[in-house]
């Protein structure tokens, strides 16, 4: 069973750092793994979705990569800014599965 | 484009009383997901359905129940309320379940049941 594992559950940082949020995840034999962002009471926006033979995708500052041979996927954020804060899930949509499995997330917080 | 749209957005219950919450989509999606969040604990998988006239249990189906008539709709229902099922729903749907097609998510149905 495929299991997903988001580390920190929480971060804060200053405006204008660079960061790194992490998730691995324990199958490797995965078709994709999703990014999410989850602003306060609202549902989840895909922010970028990287398949099983992609090594990363970008999308204006956000860079998601990923390494199924030791099970990570790390999405870096340049140069943060207060409008980043929000919850950030990945999921991973394991091989010959409907379903993705959801990290818990986690919370950022930039601070002007 | 509504993408994914449901209703309602707040909902009080009271024990012992039944609900539908209502989930369609616009985007000629086939997959559609049923999700509860509570806090700290993540996303946990209720029902799904790849296609009209097929669903299936997910992670925690008891106490629920679904169907898919439509491409477009895919209503969750609850029978009798508890208040374990305090909780936000969130509806999500994408198009085959493919390796290229990201998952798209309504805003969530908050419920509280008392």
């Known amino acids: 069973k495929q299991e997903v594992t988001q580390i920190p559950a929480a971060l804060s940082v200053p405006e204008g750092e660079n960061l790194v949020l992490n998730c691995s995840f324990t199958d490797s034999a995965i078709y994709n793994l999703q990014w999410f962002r989850q602003d306060p009471g609202k549902g989840l926006t895909s922010l970028l979705l990287?398949?099983?033979?992609?090594r990363e995708q970008t999308s204006g500052r956000l860079n998601a990569s990923l390494d199924k041979s030791s099970g990570r996927s790390t999405l870096y954020i340049a140069a943060s800014q207060p409008g980043d804060s929000a919850t950030y899930l990945c999921a991973a949509l394991s091989g010959g599965s409907y379903i993705p499995t959801f990290g818990r997330g986690t919370s950022l917080i930039v601070h002007p | 484009n509504a993408g994914v749209t449901q209703t309602p957005k707040f909902r009080i219950l009271k024990i012992g009383q039944s609900m539908t919450l209502q989930c369609t989509q616009d985007?000629?999606?086939?997959?559609m997901y049923w999700y509860r969040q509570d806090p700290g604990m993540g996303l946990k998988l209720i029902y799904y359905?790849?296609?009209?006239?097929?669903?299936d249990k997910g992670e925690v189906p008891n106490g629920y129940n679904v169907s898919r008539s439509t491409t477009e709709d895919f209503p969750l229902r609850l029978e009798l309320a508890a208040p374990s099922q305090t909780s936000v729903y969130f509806c999500a749907s994408s198009y085959l379940g493919g390796s290229n097609q990201p998952q798209h998510f309504g805003d969530g149905t908050r419920l509280s049941i008392l």
């Open positions: 985007m000629n999606h086939n997959y």
């Open positions: 990287i398949q099983s033979s992609q």
């Open positions: 359905s790849v296609g009209a006239g097929i669903t």
